[in-house]
């Protein structure tokens, strides 16, 4: 069954002064980043943008993205007006004023991003879910431990091949588009994104340069033992336990049908073994078998 949305992290005060993000989430994509932010949402000492992923350090380092992120920016108010709407749950004014305020006049600085964390409650973490940051290259990184030297970050890991698979999935949907044959499936195999950002042997690395003691999750375990993971999250950020609501439920789970053929799978395995390789290495057997 899939979680219905709510709102993360309902706590906020519109008296906040603007302040860095205590701790962070980046990981792959399609790698349990959403549920994860719904879980936290819950906890009244992690706080959490209503929008989740601020994008601020790969606005900066990644500029091919740069518009996405500004379409991001210019759609997410909107959308979490109109959930208000559809709920018949009436839009806070603080609410309003701070997503207007933080979408207009100049962004993407420093004291713009201290000041999408100012409703954070004195009591709370201030925390930063954006999975790509996963991507971001050296001095992107460099940046993020220059700026927040002390955060605590969690990192998700989802198994290379299952990975790709559900983000091509994914991207077809949004495409509108079905391959007819095998070997227009092994065409979509050219898109370097499904690569990218599932290159752990690049990024963990990376990450771990400036975060040594990051907290690495598999996926796997997220279903098999999900209050597991979040009392090591908990540990990991400093915050008391808590009860959670519909912990073993999933977010965004990929609809039916797609299903690309045996040939993909194994061509997908073949490209992936250097990182099944890092992996096992790196982290050891017991982390592989809940990877899935």
């Not at 379409?71 to 007006?81: G, L, S, T, V």
């Not at 990929?254 to 690309?260: A, D, Q, T």
Request: hydrophobic share 40%.
């Amino acid at each position: 069954m899939t979680l219905t949305m709510m709102t993360i992290s309902p706590a906020f005060d519109p008296e906040g002064a603007p302040r860095k993000p205590a701790a962070l989430c980046i990981g792959a994509q399609k790698a349990g980043t959403s549920w994860l932010a719904q879980m936290l949402g819950q906890h009244p000492q992690v706080w959490i943008p209503p929008f989740k992923e601020v994008q601020y350090f790969n606005f900066l380092h990644l500029p091919d993205h740069q518009q996405w992120i500004r379409w991001h920016y210019r759609n997410k108010p909107q959308e979490i007006r109109d959930r208000h709407k559809a709920r018949g749950v009436p839009m806070p004014g603080a609410l309003d004023a701070y997503l207007d305020g933080i979408t207009s006049g100049k962004m993407f600085h420093n004291q713009w991003y201290k000041r999408v964390f100012a409703p954070a409650p004195a009591h709370a973490m201030a925390m930063d879910f954006t999975p790509e940051y996963s991507t971001l290259p050296p001095e992107g990184v460099a940046a993020v431990s220059g700026l927040l030297p002390r955060a605590r970050v969690v990192y998700l890991v989802r198994d290379p091949v299952d990975r790709a698979v559900s983000q091509l999935r994914m991207n077809l949907r949004r495409a509108r588009r079905e391959p007819a044959s095998v070997a227009e499936w092994m065409a979509e195999l050219d898109d370097p994104v499904l690569q990218d950002r599932g290159d752990y042997a690049s990024y963990v690395p990376r990450w771990r340069a400036h975060y040594p003691d990051m907290l690495i999750l598999p996926f796997g375990r997220i279903a098999a033992r999900p209050h597991a993971v979040l009392e090591a999250v908990e540990d990991h950020l400093g915050i008391g336990p808590m009860i959670y609501e519909n912990a073993g439920n999933k977010v965004f789970a990929n609809p039916e049908g797609l299903v690309p053929p045996p040939e993909l799978h194994a061509e997908l395995a073949r490209r992936m073994a250097p990182q099944y390789d890092f992996l096992r290495g790196t982290m050891g057997d017991a982390f592989m078998d809940e990877l899935r």
